[in-house]
């Protein structure tokens, strides 16, 4: 078996249209999406991210370490959240990528683990 990130991509800008029903929406379907996982025994873990007001970056690859506010990188799209599966294979990961994507309306960005 192989962990793999599924990363939700999402804009700002785009989640701010979206209505207070609809939002409803997405937290029930997602909601069953991760129960799916959890029957499925692919779940390891998963979260959803505060906005990118409350991030910070840390470099410490100098004498002192530096710290800025904000995110990392400078982009209207960030990752809103995330899940991390246990799965025999790529198309498997792929499969449940479209299922998450599809519950929380957003895209999903796929990514295997390093193998250790």
Not at 8 to 23: C, F, K, L, S, W
Not at 95 to 104: M, N, W
């Amino acid at each position: 078996m192989t962990q793999y990130l599924l990363a939700v991509h999402g804009n700002e800008d785009d989640y701010a249209q979206i209505t207070p029903d609809q939002m409803q929406q997405m937290f029930a379907d997602t909601d069953r999406f991760n129960k799916q996982l959890q029957a499925d025994g692919v779940w390891v873990f998963a979260g959803g991210l505060e906005t990118v007001a409350s991030a910070s970056v840390v470099d410490g690859t100098g004498d002192a370490p530096v710290v800025t506010d904000g995110p990392y990188l400078e982009t209207k799209e960030h990752i809103g959240g995330f899940w991390i599966i246990d799965v025999p294979d790529h198309d498997t990961a792929m499969r449940y990528a479209a299922a998450g994507s599809k519950a929380c309306q957003g895209k999903v960005e796929v990514r295997p683990f390093q193998a250790e």
